[in-house]
């Protein structure tokens, strides 16, 4: 577990890199994808956080490795409050979708999590305690794929989880989606990006790089 800013917080890599924002609010601590293990999860508590504190689990898309550890955290605490993109709600909420989830490629058993709240078109704004997450669709990688944005303290932190992909037709991947939701994440001009499986890159100019690399890479 490592603050990258003020109250941001990278908890570990469990399947993807899990993100927490700590709202200091009856909000409660908010998780971005749940990763795959609650033992990882519940590690918060050395760093003075308590893992039935986190009201809010925002998952960027269906993947298992995203995923997995949802349920676990519901029986953790009943309290906890499940969002994603309707486009990829589907496969969060039922069982049954293992090649989209890749939980066939994983060899294990997916425990569904109904959702709080379905996301709908291209910008939903969530907002916990002070903090605005703005969920940016983002397809290419799924079709549900969302990019999650907060400003903390005139910072802005984008949780990009699968920018870089990979693409697949069991995911329902699509490249032209993919090159204009890049772009959308290029106007948004980040200052952090927090990816799924890259770890934290900036500044401004090194997340540019970062995505503008992976537009080229996975042209049409
Ligand atoms: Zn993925
Ligand atoms: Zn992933």
Request: proline letters at 4%; glycine letters at 8%.
């Amino acid at each position: 577990m490592k603050e990258i800013i003020k109250n941001v917080f990278h908890v570990g890599d469990s399947g993807c890199s899990v993100y927490l924002v700590n709202t200091n609010s009856e909000d409660g601590l908010v998780l971005i994808d749940s990763g795959m293990s609650i033992e990882m999860i519940k590690k918060i508590s050395t760093y003075g956080l308590n893992p039935t504190n986190i009201k809010h689990c925002i998952i960027t898309h269906f993947h298992i490795d995203h995923t997995a550890a949802c349920f676990d955290l519901k029986s953790l605490n009943k309290q906890v409050k499940f969002y994603a993109h309707d486009l990829d709600a589907n496969a969060i909420e039922e069982k049954g979708h293992d090649n989209k989830t890749a939980a066939s490629w994983y060899g294990i058993d997916y425990n569904p999590v109904k959702l709080e709240r379905k996301l709908r078109g291209n910008l939903e704004t969530l907002r916990f305690g002070n903090y605005d997450f703005q969920c940016i669709h983002t397809p290419g990688h799924t079709p549900g794929s969302i990019s999650i944005l907060v400003e903390v303290e005139g910072t802005k932190v984008l949780f990009g989880q699968d920018i870089h992909g990979p693409f697949y037709k069991s995911f329902g991947s699509n490249l032209n989606d993919y090159q204009n939701s890049m772009q959308k994440l290029l106007d948004v001009k980040p200052d952090i990006l927090c990816e799924g499986h890259f770890g934290i890159i900036k500044p401004a100019s090194e997340i540019e790089r970062f995505i503008k690399m992976h537009m080229s890479l996975n042209r049409p």
